[in-house]
């Protein structure tokens, strides 16, 4: 197993956790692992159901500024955080991404 994939499977058991630590959330993960979700929570009150996807958290190691389609002047830091994009059957199903560190 590569090195991300741990890193990514160690990231999925900490969101586990993190959601476990309200009694009021059934917490389920897909078998095998594959897919644009990672864990799905079920509020046993509420019966609110919620999707996720789970990303570890990235920071720029450089400084880099370029210019957007619109011609502005776009700066990312470095240190700031990376933030990821949800893929269009993640936006479609309602998917959420959850940051873990």
């Known amino acids: 197993m590569a090195l991300r994939n741990i890193k990514g499977l160690a990231c999925e058991i900490k969101g586990q956790l993190q959601f476990l630590q309200n009694p009021d959330l059934l ?37 880099r500024s370029y210019r ?8 990312n830091k470095a240190g700031y955080k990376i933030y990821r994009k949800l893929s269009q059957l993640q936006k479609k ?3 959420k991404i959850l940051y873990v560190e």
């Open 68 to 75: 957007d389609k619109n011609g502005h002047k776009i700066t």
């Open 93 to 95: 199903l309602g998917v």
């Open 27 to 63: 917490v389920f993960t897909p078998l095998g692992g594959l897919g644009p979700i990672d864990i799905v929570t079920v509020n046993k009150k509420t019966a609110e159901v919620n999707l996720y996807d789970v990303k570890a958290i990235s920071l720029r190691k450089t400084t």
